[in-house]
């Protein structure tokens, strides 16, 4: 752990007022800024990082409790087949009056002689945010929090996704001057605009809702159907794999490869999170069963009366009998039964979410570049390459689609 104390902000470097563009121009009062880099030092923040989050973590934040952090690290910090995690934990907190009030989470990766910064939580998480205390001056902190990134950490660039319009990182962003790499949108459901599921849905269509009814009895008439809620346990554990597998063969069927679901970590993370025996992180299992055999099923966390549903997936057998919406539909029933605000279909905006939402919060996916290697890299791979890479991928027909995606699954499994 690497420690810089400060007068004001940090000892490095410190701004002027005006550098600090704090609100009615209070200076910051004294800082210690850490870079943890070793997991013993992360263990530690638990306490104080839980306190931090009880107090400022917003309900979109749920990604970046301790305990969602924790069970990652387990995963994806640990050895694999007798060879260290490629990825090194870097994560930034700030001190005041010897208080935590600021963790920005992040971790680095070294590949093809590229260091890169990106949240912690990955690709299994979603959205990305520093933890911070609404003090007045929180913009200059997370300011010189980056300051001590790019002069200590060796990275070459920053990259982060999932970045909400209202994080406490975006004004940083945009002072930053980072690009854009993606823009996005997550469509949500606002559960408050309602007194119950009957109201809510009121404001469909009487076409729409006659069409639900009409598959939810055609579905009754194969078999006895049964909803499933598990907040916990061990049946929970297991149906949260079996999610990924439903995820990757509706993949497979579409000639698609998520690289993050193929990769084994995922599914033993979500195992984890969703039996929740340990540090629980708000991991709900949703299930549709039809004559006892998975129909559809959905892995979400809730957080401070917000869930985010983070994989729905359904059996490819029930493609055609809606299975999907009916347990989109019952999960709806069960946010009002248990008092949520927002039931959050995360990014990207596919049509299908916009089906049920009505409302949508930007998101992006910023670059920074630290270095002239980093520079290099955001623009002919990030901001030219990369983007056509896929864009081509995607006009490629069915069957070319899927020779790529086994023989980049060979690769893969390969390299591990």
């Known amino acids: 752990m690497m420690t810089t104390a400060a007068r004001a902000l940090t000892s490095f470097e410190r ?25 013993a030092a992360f263990d530690a923040l638990e306490t104080e990082w839980n306190d931090l989050f009880a107090k400022s973590g917003k ?12 069970h990652w690290a387990n995963h994806y910090l640990r050895e694999r087949n007798g060879q260290p995690s490629t990825l090194k934990l870097l994560l930034i907190t700030a001190r005041r009056d010897d208080r935590l009030i600021m963790v920005f989470p992040l971790v680095s990766e070294r590949m093809r002689g590229i260091t890169q910064v990106f949240w912690m939580g990955g690709s299994a998480s979603q959205y990305g945010d520093a933890l911070i205390e609404n003090v007045p001056d929180k913009d200059a902190i997370l300011r010189a929090a980056f300051d001590l990134l790019r002069s200590q950490s060796g990275a070459d660039i920053l ?4 970045v909400r319009e209202d994080a406490n990182v975006t004004p940083l962003m945009n ?15 606002d559960l408050t605009s309602a007194a119950d599921f009957p109201a809510f849905e009121q404001r469909y269509s009487s076409k729409t809702r006659k069409n639900r009814r009409r598959l939810f009895r055609r579905l009754e008439e194969k078999g006895p159907m049964q909803f499933l809620r ?17 995820k990757s063969e509706w993949l497979k069927s579409r000639g698609l490869l998520s690289n993050a679901i193929a990769d084994r970590r995922m599914a033993d993370l979500f195992a984890d999170l969703a039996e929740g025996k340990t540090k629980p992180a708000g991991c709900i299992v949703s299930a549709l069963k039809s004559n ?17 549903m ?18 989109l539909e019952q999960s709806l029933k069960d946010g009002y039964a248990e008092g949520l605000e927002a039931c959050d279909m995360l990014a990207p905006g596919d049509g299908y979410k916009f089906d049920w939402c009505e409302k949508a919060d930007p998101v992006v996916d910023w670059v920074m ?39 980049a699954k060979i690769a893969a499994a390969a390299e591990r």
């Not at 270095?371 to 890299?377: A, D, M, R, W």
């Open 15 to 39: 701004p002027t007022i005006e550098q600090c563009r704090a609100v009615a121009a209070v200076h910051p009062t004294f800082c210690e800024f850490d870079l943890i880099m070793d997991r």
């Open 59 to 70: 309900p979109a934040n749920v990604f970046q409790t301790f305990n969602f952090c924790w």
């Open 159 to 162: 990259r982060l996704r999932r």
């Open 175 to 189: 002072e930053l001057g980072a690009t854009a790499a993606e823009r996005l949108v997550a469509p949500y459901m």
């Open 230 to 246: 598990l907040h916990g346990g061990d049946e929970a554990r297991q149906l949260a794999v079996e999610a990924l597998g439903l």
């Open 292 to 308: 006892g055999e998975i129909a559809a099923l959905e892995v979400s966390f809730a957080c401070k009366a917000r869930i985010a």
């Open 310 to 327: 983070h994989l729905i997936a359904f059996n490819l057998e029930y493609e055609k009998s809606g299975a999907g919406v009916l347990l």
């Open 369 to 407: 570049p630290l270095t002239l290697k980093g520079e290099i890299y955001a623009r002919v791979y990030l901001g030219f390459l990369r983007a056509r890479i896929k864009t081509a991928v995607k006009k490629l027909p069915k069957p070319l689609r899927r020779l790529m995606r086994d023989g």
